[in-house]
C-alpha cells in the first residue's frame, strides 16, 4: 500500500562531499577466508579467529611474534639482508620496495632468537603479507643462517611457515634455496637438536616440499591450507574432481602428514610445553 | 545541524523520529526487513533500504548492514531508537569508527552503565544511594548465602549484563538459593553471554519511579522530572505517569538532584533514563540506568514542553542544551498507555493480524496517539506487539484520568485483539484511581 502515493523515483541532490561523510575505514570489516562471511575486526579478539567457523585469519610476523613470544625478548637478526634481482627481472624491483613500505618488513620471514616462557629459541615467521611469503634467494638465506646459528649454539627452532612456494621472480635460484634451506636443517638435526614447525594458511609449493615438513614434531593450525600444487594444477591435470576439503589442514593430519592440528588460543602453551619436555631430556642427557 | 539521519529502528520509535527529523528539515532514510516492506516507516521516510529477512537478528541488529546503508544513503548520523542496538556499545564505538555520529551516550558510558553490577558500583563511590546487595559480582554459592543472611530474605538475584526481565530470580529462602542461582545463571548465560550475578535485597511494596536526564557535550546535565511506572505485567511497563503522585516536591527536587549527580559521574552525554526503586517508608535506591530514549518519553513531553527527540538530535549535532534546569518547569499530568496486539483470554499472548479498520481517538486539548498502523496493515508476528500509545495531558490527575477514559473509550480497532479493555479496568480501579498501587499491583490484583 503506497500511503503518501511517492513516486517511484525523484531526484537526487548531489552534495558536495564533506569530511563528515559516513565511510568504513578498511580493515574495520575484514572477511573470512573459510566460511566467506564479513566479520566484523574486533570480533575476532585477540587471535583473531573467526567467531562463526573458527577459521583462522592471517597473521603478519609482528603479531605473531607477539604472540608467542615473551614480551620484548625477540631480538631480530639478518634484518636488513633484501634481494639483489639476481635474474634482473623487470618490474621485480618497484613490487618489493612498495611491499617493503607497505609492509614495514625487508623480505617475507622475519628470523632472530627470543624466549618462550623463558625458554631460548631460534624463531621464525613468514609473512603472506609480503608476496604471499613466497621463497626467494633472501628467504632461503635467512633460514639458512638461522639454523646454522640455532646449530652453533645448540638451540631449537621453532618456524611458523606460510607460503604461496616458490618466487618467481628469483627462477632457479628460488628452487635452489628448498635443497639449501634442508641441508642447513639436516645438520641442525644431527646435532641432535628440535626443530618443530608450525604451519600456518597458506603453506604450499617449495616451502611444502622442503623446510616446513623437516619439523621433528609438525603442527598446523586449524582449516589451514597445506599443499605442493595448487589445486586447479591438479584437478586440470588429473582430469578429477577435488574432494572440497582438500589441502586442508584437517585432510592432511588424516592422511599422516602432519602430527597434530592446534587450535591458536592454545598454541603458545603446547610449545611451552613441548620445548620444556625437550628441554629436559636435553639436560638430562648432556 | 545534520543533513540526514538514518533510524536503525522500526514500528512507532521510527516513526517518532521520523517525524522530528522532518520538523527539523532533515531528510531521513528508514531501514526495514523484508517484513516490514509495508510500514509506516518505510513509506514515510525520505528513502528506506531493506536490510534483511524479517529476524531481528538478521536485519535490525544486523550492525554490518545498518553501517552499509547509512554509508550508502550518506547518512551523517544513526539514531538508534530504543531496544535493538540502542544500548550496544560495539554498534556505537563502530558508529565512531566510520565516521557516524550515534545519537546517544558514549560507547564508554554505555558499557559502564550497561554492566549493572558495575552501575551499581560506581553509584556507590559517587555517594548515590543503592539497593542495599552485593559489592560487584557472587561467584559462589557461599558468597550468595552468606550476603543474603546479612541483607535478609527475600532477595533478588540479577544478571550483571542484562536487561528485559531477563536473568533475574527471586529469593525467597535459603533453601531457593541453590537452585534460583543456577537458574539465574544459565538464563543470563544463554541471553546475554555472561552468566555474571549480582545480588539485591527485594524491596517489597515500592513503585518504580525513574528520571529523565538529558546531557549535552559540553558537560551540561540536567532532569526533566520523573515518571512514575510501577504498573508493571511481569516486568512489562504497562502504564506511565508524570509526574509521580507518591512523592513530594521536597522529595523531587532531591530526586532530580541524584539523577543527575548520577549522571554526571559518568560523563553523561545524551538523553537517559535513571531508575529508582521508591519504598513505603520514603526512600529511594538507585536500580539502574538506561543509556537510551524509552517507550514511556512522551509523558515527560507534555509536563514539560519539552521534545526529547529533537534534544537528542540537537545534543548529537553538537549544541548545548536549549534549556537549563531553572528554565524547566513542570506543567499538568500525563498519563500514557501502551496498547498491543495482544490477547487477554489468552494470557496476552501476542496476537499479530491485519487491521481490518481502525480509528484512533483524536480531538481537544492534550491528547497525542504515537502510533505506527494503519488500516490494512499487517502486523508482522517477528517483532513486540506494541502498536500505539495514547497519551493524555490534564491540568491535574483527575483530569487527564477522564481524557485517557474518553479515549480508551474512543478507540476503536477490528481484526486484532488489543488489551485496550484491560487498560479501562486499570484506569477505573479504585487503588488506580487513589494512587495507591506499587510494582505488585496488577499481578496481585488481576487474575491473569
Known sequence: ?286 | MFHKILIANRGEIAVRIIRACKEMGIQTAAVFSEADRDALHTQMADEAVCIGPPRASESYLNMANIISAACLTKSEAIHPGFGFLAENSTFAAMCRDCSIRFIGPDPETIDIMGDKANARKKMEETGVPVIPGSSGLINTIEEAEKLAVKLGFPVMLKAAAGGGGKGIRPVGKVEELESQFYNAQSEAKANFGNGGLYMEKIIENARHIEVQILGDNFGNVIHLGERDCSLQRRNQKMLEEAPSIAITDEKRKALGEEAVKAAKAVGYKNAGTIEFLYDKNGRFYFMEMNTRIQVEHPVTEMITGIDIVKEQIRIAAGEPLSVSQDTISLRGHAIECRINAEDPSRGFAPAPGKIQYMLLPSGCLGLRVDSAVYPGYYIPPYYDSMIAKLIVLGDNRQDAIAKMKRALEEFVIEGVSTNVDFQLELINHPSYLSGEYDTGFIMNEFIL
Open chain 1, 1 to 286: 500500500m503506497n500511503l503518501f502515493k511517492k513516486k517511484k523515483y525523484v531526484p537526487v541532490t548531489v552534495r558536495p562531499s564533506s569530511e563528515y561523510a559516513p565511510h568504513v575505514p578498511d580493515g574495520l570489516w575484514v572477511k573470512c577466508i573459510v566460511c566467506g562471511k564479513t566479520v566484523y575486526g574486533k570480533e575476532t579478539g585477540e587471535y583473531k579467529i573467526c567467531p562463526h567457523c573458527g577459521g583462522c585469519f592471517r597473521l603478519s610476523a609482528g603479531e605473531r611474534i607477539e604472540m608467542i613470544f615473551d614480551e620484548g625478548s625477540f631480538q631480530e637478526i639478518n634484518a636488513n639482508l633484501e634481494t639483489k634481482n639476481p635474474l634482473s627481472y623487470p618490474g621485480y624491483e618497484k613490487t618489493i620496495a612498495g611491499l617493503q613500505k607497505k609492509t614495514g618488513l625487508r623480505e617475507a620471514v622475519v628470523t632472530g632468537k627470543g624466549e618462550i616462557a623463558g625458554l631460548t629459541v631460534y624463531g621464525a615467521v613468514m609473512d603472506s603479507n609480503f608476496m604471499m611469503a613466497s621463497m626467494g634467494s633472501v628467504v632461503g638465506e635467512k633460514m639458512t643462517r638461522l639454523f646454522e646459528k640455532a646449530t652453533e649454539e645448540g638451540l631449537p627452532v621453532v618456524a611458523f611457515t606460510a607460503s604461496g612456494g616458490a618466487r618467481m621472480q628469483e627462477g632457479i635460484i628460488s628452487l635452489m634455496q628448498m635443497a639449501k634451506v634442508s641441508a642447513a636443517v639436516n645438520r641442525h638435526h644431527q646435532a641432535g637438536l628440535l626443530y618443530i614447525t608450525v604451519i600456518t594458511d597458506p603453506t604450499t609449493g617449495g616451502v611444502t616440499a622442503s623446510f616446513a615438513m623437516q619439523g621433528d614434531i609438525i603442527l598446523a593450525e586449524p582449516k589451514a591450507v597445506i599443499g605442493f600444487a595448487g589445486r586447479r594444477v591438479i584437478e586440470q591435470t588429473m582430469k578429477h574432481q577435488l574432494p572440497k576439503n582438500f589441502q586442508t589442514a584437517e585432510l592432511v593430519l588424516e592422511n599422516g602428514f602432519i602430527d597434530k592440528i592446534i587450535p591458536r588460543p592454545q598454541l603458545k602453551e603446547t610449545l611451552i610445553k613441548l620445548l620444556r619436555i625437550h628441554n629436559a631430556v636435553k639436560g638430562a642427557g648432556a
